[in-house]
């Protein structure tokens, strides 16, 4: 299992709409909306890396309102 911490700004005035259509997605584990440079941090699993970033290409950034997205794969030290 694959998790990662998925960054995201949106465009101006959509970061609780992005927020709330992201918690949606199968494999999103919360979506909360957040000050500073990002806009909605998700924490999102998966199987694999491959399956993450199909997760975060092919459902997250499809959601209408994010300009950016900037994911961060958990590490265990």
């Known amino acids: ?5 998925v960054l995201i700004q949106t465009e101006v005035g959509k970061a609780a709409l992005v927020a709330e259509a992201v918690r949606e997605i199968p ?3 919360s979506g909360d909306d957040v000050t500073g440079p990002y806009d909605v941090i998700v924490k999102a699993s ?3 890396v491959d399956s993450l970033g199909k997760l975060v290409v092919a459902k997250i950034q499809a959601i209408e ?5 900037l994911t961060c794969p958990v590490v265990h030290l």
Not at 1 to 5: C, P, R, S
Not at 65 to 69: A, D, W
């Open 65 to 69: 309102g994010i300009t950016r997205t």
């Open 1 to 5: 299992m694959v998790e990662a911490y």
């Open 27 to 29: 494999g999103v584990g």
């Open 46 to 48: 998966a199987e694999d």
